[in-house]
């Protein structure tokens, strides 16, 4: 929605496009979204789970920061992409460990194989949309690491070809499952990326 907000004229994507058209809308779903999330919070979090949540959400608050208002705070070594997986993939650990805090230790491998996931998943939206905005960043992923956003597909394999290897030397079913399931989807990234001049970029990022 903030991506929308930035655009000065018309939205170049799908999705631009109707967050500006129904940016109210989105706020008041934003809102209740929020409170839900707040409740729940409530209930269910430990005070571990607060103190990592507060950390996440710190690490939100520079994305959008970063992102939206304080260019100062970008670096062409860190691009959003990678910072957007990584923080998703913590803040999707939390209700896990609310549940099971002893289960912490064994949730690293998954949630840094997931992490990497959507990292992966964020950088190959970047490089399907190719919006104005990403063009003209000297910082933006498109522009500071070309290398990788060419090479796409192999960091798939490569990521996927590890969390099976992670998968088979564990023993633990829950970890083995979760590495499997990133192994999985990144190898199906890669079969997509190799793919994707026959597909919009709207139906590639829906997938």
């Known amino acids: 929605m903030l991506d929308a907000a930035d655009f000065d004229g ?11 058209k129904g940016r109210l809308v989105w706020l008041g779903v934003s809102a209740v979204m929020l409170l839900i999330a707040l409740v729940t ?3 269910r979090l430990n005070t571990a789970a607060w ?5 996440v959400l710190a690490l ?34 939390l209700q896990v460990w609310a549940g099971q805090p002893s289960a912490w230790s064994s949730l690293i491998l998954p949630v840094i194989g997931f ?10 939206i970047t490089t399907w949309e190719v919006v104005s905005a990403d063009r003209r960043d000297a910082d933006s992923l498109l522009n500071a690491h070309p290398w990788f956003v060419r090479r796409l597909s192999w960091f798939d394999i490569a990521l996927g070809l590890l969390a099976l290897t992670l998968a088979a030397t564990l023993g633990q079913a829950e970890e083995q499952q979760a590495l499997v ?5 990144a190898l199906g990234l890669a ?7 026959r597909y919009s970029a709207e139906f590639l990022r829906t997938m």
Do not use: Y
């Open 181 to 185: 399931a990133v192994a999985l989807s």
């Open 41 to 43: 919070a409530i209930i």
């Open 115 to 124: 992490g990497a996931l959507c990292a992966m998943s964020c950088s190959h």
């Open 60 to 93: 939100t608050a520079i994305h959008f920061a970063a992102t939206h208002w304080m260019p100062v705070l970008r670096t062409r070594l860190w691009p959003k992409e990678w910072h957007v997986g990584l923080v998703f993939a913590a803040g999707c650990s």
């Open 191 to 197: 079969w997509l990326h190799d793919r994707c001049n």
């Open 10 to 20: 018309r939205a170049e994507t799908g999705r631009h496009t109707i967050h500006q």
């Open 51 to 55: 103190l990592a949540g507060s950390g």
